[in-house]
């Protein structure tokens, strides 16, 4: 599957290659306490199971922090799986990880559940946050409707990040900008969620559109 870069593009830093690292790895903000790195919360929101737990699952240099439960026979009237037939589990509360970004810039990221039934939970969620990350898939792209009218409403910077499925019709950018309406100045990703490269750059795109949409 691609992403906008290969993982060779960009040089980007050592300390974003690996995958979760030992717990006892310490970074070195936190152990030279004269530095303070920039720290900022970024909210993955979207859809169901369009995949805001990889997301966060493949950016997390620590374990992340999960809280999946079991998808029984009473969601099967509510939860579509026609897209993702695998899954089994579902996000009740939230994910949480975290990405250090060349040891000054950590960002901490807090998936969204994707049902309506959670949603009382993403006010507290997005609370403190420079900006989200509205996933969408384009088998199923009036899902992330929501998501887009909710950080419209409240005023965050947000960026699309289309999170292209094996199987699923291949389309660019101005594809689905145009499909959903999507403002010119909105960043729109085509990327991968099980791909740490695809996901920073992803991450990289609101950080800079934030700091580009926020006033001083
Ligand atoms: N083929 C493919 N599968 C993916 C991709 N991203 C996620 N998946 C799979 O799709 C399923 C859904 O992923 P999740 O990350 O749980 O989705 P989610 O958005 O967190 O789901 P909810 O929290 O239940 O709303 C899982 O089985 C993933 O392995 C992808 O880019 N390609
Ligand atoms: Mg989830």
């Known amino acids: 599957m691609d992403s906008v870069v290969s993982d060779a593009a960009r040089g980007v830093s050592p300390s974003v290659g690996a995958g979760p690292e030992p717990e006892g790895n310490l970074r070195s903000w936190q152990t030279q306490l004269a530095r303070a790195p920039v720290a900022t919360k970024i909210v993955i929101a979207g859809g169901f199971g369009v ?5 966060v699952t493949a ?26 037939p695998e ?7 939230m994910d949480y990880g975290r ?37 969408a898939d384009t088998r199923r792209l009036k899902d992330c409707f929501p998501a887009l009218d909710y950080f419209e409403s ?11 499925f094996d199987g699923s019709e291949r389309f660019g950018p101005e594809d689905v900008r145009e499909a959903l309406t999507i403002p010119a100045h909105i960043p729109v990703m085509i990327m991968d969620a099980r791909r740490r490269i695809s996901v920073i750059e992803t991450l990289l795109a609101l950080v800079g559109h934030a700091l580009d949409v926020t006033p001083e």
């Open 51 to 55: 995949g805001k737990t990889t997301l």
């Open 59 to 84: 950016a997390s240099e620590i374990t992340p922090l999960q809280t999946e439960a079991l998808m029984t026979q009473a969601s099967e009237g509510t939860d579509d799986l026609t897209g993702t």
């Open 87 to 93: 899954k089994l589990t579902t996000t009740v509360a």
């Open 99 to 135: 990405l250090t970004l060349d040891d000054d810039l950590v960002l901490y990221l807090f998936g969204t559940p994707g049902q309506q039934r959670f949603w009382f939970m993403w006010d507290d969620l997005v609370r403190g946050s420079i900006g989200a990350v509205v996933m």
């Open 154 to 164: 409240c005023g965050l910077p947000y960026v699309v990040a289309v999170n292209h």
